[in-house]
């Protein structure tokens, strides 16, 4: 335990050097003002959407320039070389990647009390960013492995955002209706964005369970096939 929050201290020493933490803090900040600028309804209905980006689109961009910028400095290799094992310092990084998640949803959460008098379910709020980020954090760290360099990334991530999203979009458009609406939430963005937005309606029991599912789903069976096995060999790689 000593070795993983020593650890997590220098990930977050590393976020606020390479500027993400600020980066992200600032994009929070971004949400807290249209939320505040907002009348209530539009406010409960931006919210989902809002945590869509923080969690989903922001979590994997945030991860791959902390991942990138870690490993030009060969900062990983060294950690290689220290009495530490690898499943230490993944957990340290996944957990410094969830903290800026939970700040987040502390802040617009705070923000829809404050300006709003809007109180919801906190504890659900927070395993509801906690899962989602958990999974595009392995979805990101997927993506990276099969990525050349941050450019490439970039090509990959943009695709993959375009297909995760197209649920969302889909169901705004109203081309999937209610009935089919379970297909929708096979998507891991459109799972956040129906759990956020089951903490101000009543929403379906079922598509609820499926959601924390299908988010409980994806980081359990990357984490361990996938990002474990290949993190070290990419980490190392030239």
């Known amino acids: 335990m000593k070795k993983l929050l020593i650890l997590l201290r ?3 020493i590393r976020l606020f050097k390479y500027k993400i933490m600020w980066f992200s803090l600032a994009f929070s ?4 003002l249209i939320l505040a600028l907002s009348q209530e309804i539009e406010a409960k209905a931006l ?6 980006m923080d969690t989903g689109v922001m979590a994997i961009i945030l991860l791959a320039s902390s991942f ?8 990983i290799k060294s950690l290689f070389v220290s009495p530490v094992l690898l499943v230490q310092i993944l957990g340290a990084k996944i957990i410094a990647s969830l903290l800026m998640s ?3 949803i502390l802040l617009i959460s705070l923000t829809m009390l404050i300006v709003h008098g809007v ?8 395993m509801y960013v906690f899962l989602p980020t958990l ?3 392995a979805i ?7 990525s050349a360099d941050f450019a490439s990334f970039l090509m990959k991530y943009m695709a993959v955002v375009l297909v995760l999203m197209l649920p969302t979009l889909l169901v705004f458009l109203g081309l999937i209706d209610a009935s089919s609406e379970y297909f929708a939430i096979i998507s891991p963005s459109y799972a956040i964005q129906y759990l956020i937005g089951s903490l101000f309606e009543k929403k379906d029991i079922w598509k609820i369970v499926i959601g924390v599912c299908v988010l409980t789903a994806v980081p359990a069976a990357l984490f361990p096939f996938v990002v474990y096995p290949k993190y070290k060999a990419y980490a190392i790689k030239g």
């Open 140 to 146: 990101g760290y997927v993506i990276v492995f099969y």
């Open 119 to 126: 109180v919801i379910n906190y504890l659900l709020a927070i």
């Open 29 to 32: 900040f971004m949400w807290v």
């Open 10 to 12: 220098g990930d977050i």
């Open 135 to 137: 999974a595009h954090i």
């Open 47 to 52: 919210m989902p959407m809002l945590m869509v």
């Open 102 to 104: 939970i700040a987040s």
């Open 68 to 75: 990138y910028y870690e490993k030009q400095e060969n900062t």
